[in-house]
Antibody
Framework: QLVESGGGVVQPGGSLRLSCEAS????????MYWVRQSPGKGLEWVSF????????YYADSVKGRFTVFRDNSKNTLYLQMSSLRTEDTGIYYC???????????????WGQGALVTVSA | EIVMTQSPATLSVSPGQRATLSCWAS??????LAWYQQKLGQAPRLLIY???TRATGIPARFSGSGSGSDFTLTISSLQSEDFVIYYC?????????FGGGTKVEIK
């Protein structure tokens, strides 16, 4: 199971931290991702973090503003979002990779999502 | 960035009939292609990876084919729960990118 939390309403330029608590599988062995979906729109990959937290990748649209990190002792994934823009509004899903240690780069299980609204 | 294009945007099909959804990549992605199903108000669910391998628990009526730049998701006999939205995703190159989706609706 993946359960996101931390969503809410924030003003442009503000910050927010999302959490994703994992259970029922060996979280520390799997790469994780954040994927977002804007209202009425499709899906956009946001970030990747390797199983050990040593490697991170970001979409150009969030690079320099968002930071992904994880605490394997707490089975929790995080997304720290700063300098938020109206176009960052959407549902943010955490998703897991399908294979231990070496990522496959597709998403075999998703959380239910956390809604982030950036509005004045 | 590899651009993924899905066609049609909306597909009208009668229950029990076959649905064929298309996905094109702006450059070759080999077979590094996944399909997801998204029901209203829910998170996406993995259907197919490696262009043609069904994910765990996915019914046999779902099948994927293709390689390179041209891919197809086929639903052999549409059930009521299949009338939702489908997305393709390439994972051959960063950034990971999705198609715009195909909505399958009841005819």
């Amino acid at each position: 199971q993946l359960v996101e939390s931390g969503g809410g309403v924030v003003q442009p330029g503000g910050s927010l931290r999302l959490s994703c608590e994992a259970s029922g599988f060996t979280f520390s062995n799997l790469a994780m991702y954040w994927v977002r979906q804007s209202p009425g729109k499709g899906l956009e990959w946001v970030s990747f973090i390797s199983f050990d937290g040593k490697n991170e990748y970001y979409a150009d649209s969030v690079k320099g503003r968002f930071t992904v990190f994880r605490d394997n002792s707490k089975n929790t994934l995080y997304l720290q979002m700063s300098s938020l823009r109206t176009e960052d509004t959407g549902i943010y899903y955490c998703a897991r990779d399908s294979a231990f240690w070496t990522p496959t780069w597709y998403f075999d299980f998703w959380g239910q999502g956390a809604l982030v609204t950036v509005s004045a | 960035e590899i651009v993924m294009t899905q066609s049609p945007a909306t597909l009208s099909v009668s229950p029990g009939q076959r649905a064929t959804l298309s996905c094109w990549a702006s450059q070759s992605v080999s077979t590094n292609l996944a399909w997801y199903q998204q029901k209203l108000g829910q998170a996406p669910r993995l259907l197919i990876y490696g262009a043609s391998t069904r994910a765990t628990g996915i019914p046999a009526r779902f099948s994927g084919s293709g390689s390179g730049s041209d891919f197809t998701l086929t639903i052999s006999s549409l059930q009521s729960e299949d009338f939702v939205i489908y997305y393709c995703q390439q994972y051959d190159m960063w950034p990971l990118t999705f198609g715009g989706g195909t909505k399958v609706e009841i005819k």
